[in-house]
């Protein structure tokens, strides 16, 4: 007989609750007003509170911002904060949900050059295709990096969670950063591609400049906007 | 052992039924022992083209659920002594073939003969998955046009896929027919060419089909477009049977005819 239970990776919707700076009082009153307005999607809903943009984490008080939450229908059920507030979350019996990179402000924007390592789950991972991807296939590099050295076809489908690279014809979709890496990009020697996507950002063929079309390029994410640079 | 054959393109009406009837005549004309399976069950097309539809008595699916045995099924062709047909069933649909009745078929054909050529239906369902499941290599069929050459890429992922090769970690080797081809309509920019539809599909040109009225002709008549030594068409599918078997052929009528003198002076 096998084991009762089996993990499985998944990805579950969540409402993030971003807090750029936090005062039991204010937050009270705003969650109150936010909450009145969207009481039928809040009312129950995982939340994670991200501390990411916050400023003055290492005083802030975590019970009371929590118990503020619970008070107004929002049930938190991680806390999104810097390795300082560990022990706290911990108490409070919530999962400590790690900043995914920690960016120091000013080089935020710099875009064209980044230095930075890509995320842990993402290093030295890489799904090679060698094949062609043929329409109505669908390719999802897991947690890696995606290098097709073939084409990928009209209908076809490539998803990864890192880069995605085309050393083919892209005609058909690719999907980057799929589980929410904004710092993903696609690279393609062809871009002939259906639609293109990083973190959710999306562009379909026909909002793309034509002097792209059919030529090597990279798409990169900035402020929330799909950039399409040549190579 | 026999070699399994699919000729297969996803999309209906682009010449699946003709190449096979081709091929398979022609590969018999080789000297090479040939059996042709028409798995389009419910449309029975084959035996037409190859002339024999007054000769049917049992059928594949008869074969399949055990009514007649393959002996009295197969129909032997009255031109070449080494060509076979089992042609499907008109009366049924195509959940009538399983794979393990396809499997028995096919294992007892494999004893005595060379090739045994699969002529898929049209379409990715059951009938096309059973026709390319057991296939060693397939002949995907293609006309130079866009819907054509989508579907055709869609159903080579299918056989990377769906196949026993590809359940095993090997894969079918995979041939591009391109049929209909018009030289003229090609020049005009009307239709694909070759290389644009080699580069879309990426897959290793077997031949190049020439549009023909002889193709039509033959067809009615129910006699292989390949025994007629006199059309283009005819030529291009020996051709192309010729790099099957492993030969280096040069490719013919690829360019539109030049009208000569006499033929711009009097007409062609």
Not at chain 1, 76 to 104: E, F
Request: negative net charge; glycine residues 8%.
């Amino acid at each position: 007989m096998g084991t009762p239970f089996k993990f499985k990776g998944s990805l579950v919707p969540l409402t993030i609750l971003e807090l750029q700076e936090f005062e039991p009082h204010t937050l009270a009153t705003e969650l109150q007003k936010s909450t009145a307005k969207n009481a039928a999607f809040l009312a129950q809903a995982p939340v994670v509170v991200s501390l990411e943009h916050a400023s003055d984490v290492d005083g802030i008080d975590l019970e009371g911002l929590l118990n503020a939450c619970r008070e107004h229908g929002i049930r938190p059920i991680g806390v999104k904060a810097p390795d300082a507030l560990a022990s706290a979350i911990s108490d409070a019996q919530l999962a400590h949900v790690h900043l995914g990179k920690h960016r120091p402000a000013g080089e935020h924007d710099s875009g064209a050059k980044k230095t930075e390592e890509a995320p842990e789950s993402q290093q030295g991972s890489t799904m090679v295709v060698d094949k062609p991807v043929r329409s109505g296939q669908q390719i999802y590099a897991r947690d890696a990096d995606l290098i097709v050295t073939a084409s990928v076809s009209p209908g076809a489908e490539i998803i990864a969670d890192g880069n995605i690279h085309v050393y083919g014809r892209l005609a058909g979709r690719a999907i980057a950063g799929a589980s929410g890496n904004q710092d993903a990009r696609i690279f393609c020697r062809a871009l002939l591609a259906e639609l293109i996507s990083i973190a959710g950002c999306y562009k379909l063929s026909d909002d793309f400049p034509k002097r792209f079309w059919g030529n090597s390029i990279q798409v990169s994410l900035e402020d929330d906007a799909l950039r399409i640079q040549k190579l | 052992m026999a070699k399994i054959v699919v000729v297969t393109s996803g999309k209906g009406g682009v010449g699946k039924t003709t190449s096979s009837a081709a091929i398979g005549t022609g590969l018999a004309m080789k000297g090479f022992k040939t059996v042709l399976i028409d798995f389009d069950v419910g449309l029975r097309n084959l035996d037409l083209i190859m002339g024999c539809e007054r000769r049917v008595v049992y059928d594949f699916i008869n074969v399949i659920n055990g009514e007649a045995n393959l002996k009295q099924a197969l129909i032997k062709d009255k031109r070449f002594d080494n060509l076979y047909i089992l042609p499907a069933s008109q009366t049924r649909d195509k959940d009538a073939l399983t794979q393990e009745g396809v499997q028995k078929v096919l294992d007892e054909l494999k004893q005595d003969f060379d090739y045994i050529l699969c002529d898929s239906p049209a379409g990715i369902e059951q009938g096309a998955q059973m026709a390319l499941y057991y296939a060693d290599e397939a002949i995907v069929v293609t006309n130079p046009e866009i819907a054509s050459v989508r579907d055709s890429d869609r159903i080579l992922g299918v056989l990377q896929s769906k196949s026993l090769k590809a359940e095993q970690g090997e894969s079918v080797k995979e041939h591009l027919l391109l049929t209909r081809y018009n030289p003229e309509r090609v020049e005009n920019g009307d239709m694909l060419t070759v290389e644009d539809v080699e580069e879309i599909l990426a897959v290793p040109l077997l031949g190049v089909i020439p549009e023909s009225e002889s193709v039509l002709n033959a067809s009615n008549r129910g006699i292989p477009v390949v025994m007629d030594e006199d059309s283009t068409a005819g030529m291009a599918y020996m051709d192309a049977i010729e790099r099957f078997l492993g030969e280096k052929v040069e490719y013919r009528f690829l360019e539109a005819e030049k009208k000569g003198f006499f033929k711009r002076v009097f007409g062609g």
